[in-house]
């Protein structure tokens, strides 16, 4: 992909989906006259040096971007692009983290539900400061001659190919980014539920199960940061994919360690005789078996969903 390519990938990148063809295209001519105008009177091809300088004479991908779009008032059309992107990338990862963070404290109210009403507001403080603090900083910038040829400084040279993405539910990836916050929670002992069977006999996780505590944590946390990843970028890409679909590996890699385990479950509690522990044992098990095994599936399903999503990419990228 030549240079101009590029920098109208990235251009179009600020520009809402229906106005990017149309753009892509008034400014593909413009930039194509002038280099066959400088060639006319130059009598030869340009070179990269000299396409460059004409890409910096339109400006920033993300500044002339801006003159397309409708007039903004809490920040100028000029600095909005940057604003938008900073305050995006910004609550994204601030708040991802502080909700990873905040797992030791989930039931610190005395619960799950009062934990978790806990966290959301802190979660929407945190939030409150972030917009607060990167707008009064495009505020200042705005307002001091040439500080945005610096927020601005960039290279035709150095612009990357647009890397195409497929848009996500965001309510999806919130409740899935939720659910995996939750197990976490429940899998580091901060959030209990019972599992009883038969007269108050409870069901509990076999000792071997420590041996994968560790690595369970840290996949389920890579997953958390993928989701964060995707959430940000508004898609998914073929970083976001691969990611997804090494931890997806990763994960049956455990569960094939699971599964290997002699035992699953322990009872504890109550008073069975031994004809209800021949019974209720077997009963325990298969349903641990089960439900590991429903997992696996679900990965799998997962996985081969993040294949077929790659290969659309390639796909749309030849």
Partial sequence: MGMVERYLDSLAAHLPEQMRLDVKEELEVSIRE??????????RGLNNN????????????????SAYL???HLI????????????KVTLTWVLGISLLLSLPFFISDGGFLPGLFSITGGL??????????????FFLLERNPGSLNGLYKWSPLRLR???????????????ELLIEVVFLAWWNGLWHFPATIGDQVQISMSSQWSTVFWAVNVLCGLSVLVGLYKFAMVGW???????????????????????????????TGGTPNAAELETYI????????????????IIVLEMVASIRKLLQLRKSEQ
């Avoid at 100028?76 to 305050?87: I, S, T, V």
């Fill in 50 to 65: 000299e396409i460059e300088e004409i890409l910096r004479g339109l400006g920033h991908p993300m500044r002339v971007a």
């Fill in 124 to 137: 929407i403080q945190k939030a409150v400061w972030v917009f607060a603090v990167v707008t009064a900083l």
């Fill in 70 to 72: 409708p007039e903004q």
């Fill in 34 to 43: 002038q280099i066959e105008d400088r060639e006319s009177q130059l009598g």
């Fill in 282 to 297: 077997p009963m325990a098990e298969l349903f641990a078996r089960s439900v590991v095994w429903l997992v696996a599936i």
């Fill in 76 to 87: 100028g059309p000029d600095a909005f692009p940057a604003y938008k992107r900073a305050l």
């Fill in 161 to 175: 190919e647009a890397q195409p993405g497929l848009k996500i539910n965001r309510l999806e990836t919130g409740f």
């Fill in 237 to 267: 890409n073929r970083k976001s994919l691969i990611g997804g679909i090494l931890i997806c590996l990763a994960e049956l890699g455990v569960l094939a360690r699971i599964l290997s385990f002699d035992s699953l479950t322990v009872l």
